[in-house]
């Protein structure tokens, strides 16, 4: 029987790139004074910065152009890259989703690591709150509780007052979503959106019970573990 359907968020419900190009949009307009370049170029320059390496991009667009800076000045940048409110959207098999799932009194839930600012920012933007029944941001518990600690599963067990046996878990990361079914009985799932995390290696070569390239498909996974 399946009670409950708990979702990542990052690369699994939202593109994580479609928000990084929001926050670098978002800075390339405020700052596009200080770095005496129109908005687009220095958008354009801060993702061909990030597509080269995600490491230091505030830095190295500080480098690039020749100028100055503090720690102060990156640490400026950064917080208002995380605190900007973001123009993101569902992926386009998101709602169907979710209302299948609601119509089958199946509950729905969000764990979900990230700076815990940022990571409001893009439920607000999305609504999230209007459709699921609960969710958690890891980061509000300590970031010792990022996944794949367990304490947020067993905190989501609680909430929606459900069996860890009764429960599904979709997630994109392979370093951190499925290590989970290694330690409670809860089935996971694999969504591949050819997200930024992707190609990371697997946890203790702990895999997901199964994988899926749509949500579409996840009516499948359910009916086959409910059969």
């Known amino acids: 029987m399946v009670k409950a359907v708990i979702f990542d968020l990052d690369d699994t419900l939202i593109s994580e790139k ?128 990022w996944k794949p600690h367990p304490k947020s599963y067993k905190l989501m067990k609680e909430k929606l007052e459900v069996d860890f046996s009764e429960m599904i878990y979709v997630g994109d990361n392979p370093e951190k979503d499925f290590f989970i079914s290694s330690i409670y009985p809860i089935k996971t799932v694999r969504i591949n959106r050819n997200g930024v995390y992707g190609n990371r290696m697997y946890l203790n070569n702990i895999i997901e019970n199964y994988s899926i390239y749509t949500l579409t498909e996840l009516k499948l996974v359910i009916k086959e573990l409910v059969e």
């Open 18 to 145: 479609q928000y990084i190009e929001s926050g670098f949009q978002h800075i390339a307009q405020s700052f596009s004074d200080k770095f005496k370049k129109n908005d687009q170029e220095l958008f354009q320059l801060l993702m061909d910065l990030f597509n080269e390496s995600s490491n230091n991009v505030f830095n190295r667009v500080h480098d690039k152009l020749g100028f100055n800076y503090t720690k102060k000045d990156i640490v400026e940048l950064v917080n208002q890259y995380r605190d900007h409110v973001p123009t993101i959207s569902y992926f386009n098999d998101v709602l169907s989703c979710l209302e299948y799932l609601k119509d089958r009194k199946i509950k729905i839930g969000i764990i979900t690591d990230g700076y815990a600012n940022s990571q409001r920012q893009k439920l607000m933007a999305i609504k999230a709150y209007d459709y699921f029944d609960e969710i958690i941001i890891t980061d509000q518990l300590g970031r010792e509780y």
